[in-house]
């Protein structure tokens, strides 16, 4: 189970604005591009700041937005004819980029430990790229749980908020990043698992 499976709900939300965008010009690169970029902004500036607590509500906030717009950026791609090679390229390298750049800042924030977080980091890398195989073996795109990038999202999203808000983080929250770690491991077991498995029933 994942919070990717409320997807097609957010997206019917969004869906009038993705069509005021693209009556607008604006296009599903652009939007990924410009997600990219504020993500990295953003998690510099709270990196920057750290340990202060108040910042990483931007994180907060950010995530937020930033599934929205990662929902956006695949909307005006599919349903206004703008699906490119590149823009396949812009979205799986934007979305690492983000991830770890939102990700980051958490390593100066105690009690969490500087690597913990850069095994998450890694490992959400890899997860992505299993998910990214399914088509080279004749599968489609993995997005399956339990931790996947709107998951993700959520726990980093909440934490940032947590911390945001001023409050003490308490000693025992250190083992949230090892709980990451083996939620990811599994992740990417499954996508592989579950890519292996459609491929099989597809040849057939």
């Known amino acids: ?25 604006v296009t599903a690169n652009q939007v990924t591009i410009g997600t990219a970029a504020v993500s990295t902004a953003v998690g510099a500036f709270v990196a920057w700041q750290a340990p202060a607590r108040t910042p990483f509500l931007l994180i907060s906030i950010w995530m937020f937005v930033r599934m929205a717009l990662n929902a956006l950026d695949g909307m005006l791609a599919r349903e206004f ?73 959520f726990a980093f999203g909440a934490l940032g908020l947590w911390a945001g808000l ?5 000693d025992w929250l250190a083992m949230a990043l090892p709980l990451f770690a083996a939620l990811l491991v599994v992740t990417i077991l499954n996508r592989v698992q579950r890519a292996l498995a459609e491929a099989k029933e597809t040849v057939r």
Do not use: C
């Open 1 to 25: 189970m994942s919070i990717y499976a409320l997807k097609p709900r957010f997206q019917a939300l969004l869906r009038p604005l993705a069509g005021a965008l693209a009556r607008g010009g």
């Open 166 to 170: 001023g409050e003490t983080l308490p």
């Open 81 to 153: 004819d703008q699906q490119s090679r590149l823009g396949a390229y812009l979205n799986e390298l934007g979305d690492v980029v983000a991830d770890a750049a939102l990700y980051a800042p958490f390593a100066w924030l105690p009690p969490f430990s500087p690597s913990w977080l850069a095994a998450v980091i890694v490992l959400a890398i890899f997860a992505e790229f299993a998910g990214v195989m399914g088509p080279m073996i004749g599968a489609s795109r993995r997005y399956d749980g339990p931790f996947g990038k709107s998951d993700r999202a």
